[in-house]
């Protein structure tokens, strides 16, 4: 009787996750059972395929839940991730021939993840100390940054980088993509500080109640500001992760993925209201939709059918979200 009690409670604290875990399953079985060529979806290749391909979105999809657990949303994300890219990729062009393209490389990390940080400063003290909602607020600077980009490269893509800037977007580890690897560390460290760290506990509580968090001592605006540079940092990350995949860096790069990360966020249990989800829903969210994106691509959907599947199922995604929350 208690195994059972403490099973029931298990599943009631998990709920999402189980719900995410059934979702996945159904949507393979559904995909496998109508693209005509069972062996594609299940072959190697197409494993590693989506193991590329899953980091950008995953990583970009985990700096909007940070924004989205405090109640808002950031949707500057790409434009970081873009400017961040940008900057990287010209200073190993400036630098390689100095220091050797391995040194530009990592020098070029540091200083972007420090850009991004900052970036994220920005957005946070917009939102908190002047009040502007947080979505007003990432797309004011979504513009800003997206037009420092356009201005450093006058629209064109920045190519021509050593062959060293290509090692962390298209290196294999025994059969793994390094990326893969470097997200699920991502994954694990942000779940971590979530769950087990006191600042976890603070964005919960500000997503929740922010009059509450700060009358029980909390500093909003510190908790807020560092919960963007952590958006930012991993925005950063991301735009790396695209620019090393392509050896090249461009201002628009992922206009799409915006649309994709509130999906990823919502279907992996984040609450737009704030103060609710877990990153781990993320990467079952990432691989159902994953799957998913695959199945489009055997059959041969265009990029337009896509987008609106993609805008369907989010708002499908959350009335079955405020159904459930509803009844419960």
Known sequence: MVKKTKFKKIIDENSEIFRLLVIMVVVFFVILFVIPNKSTLLSMSMLSSMMTQMPEIGIFATAVT???????????VVGIGNLCGIISSILVLRLADSMGGT???????????????????LNGAIVHYLGVPAMLATLGSMQIFQGIAIIITNGSAVTGMDSAYGVLGNVQVLGIPLIMILFLIIILLMSVLLQKRKFGMDVYMLGTNSKASLFSGIHNGRVTILTFVISGM?????????????MSAKADYGSSYILQCLLVAILGGISPFGGKGKVVG???????????????????????????????????????????????
């Open 66 to 76: 940070f924004a989205m657990l405090l109640g808002g949303i950031d949707l500057s």
């Open 103 to 121: 040194a530009a490389v990592l020098v070029s990390y540091v200083v972007v993840l420090i850009i991004g940080a900052l970036c994220g400063v």
């Open 234 to 246: 991993l925005s950063a990350v991301a735009g790396i992760i695209v620019c090393s995949r392509a």
């Open 282 to 328: 993320i990467v079952l969210s990432i691989i159902t939709l994953q799957i998913l994106s695959s199945g489009f691509n055997i059959l041969r959907f265009s990029s337009y059918q896509k987008t609106f599947i993609w805008g369907f199922v989010l708002i499908l995604v959350m009335i079955i979200n405020y159904l459930a929350d509803h009844k419960k």
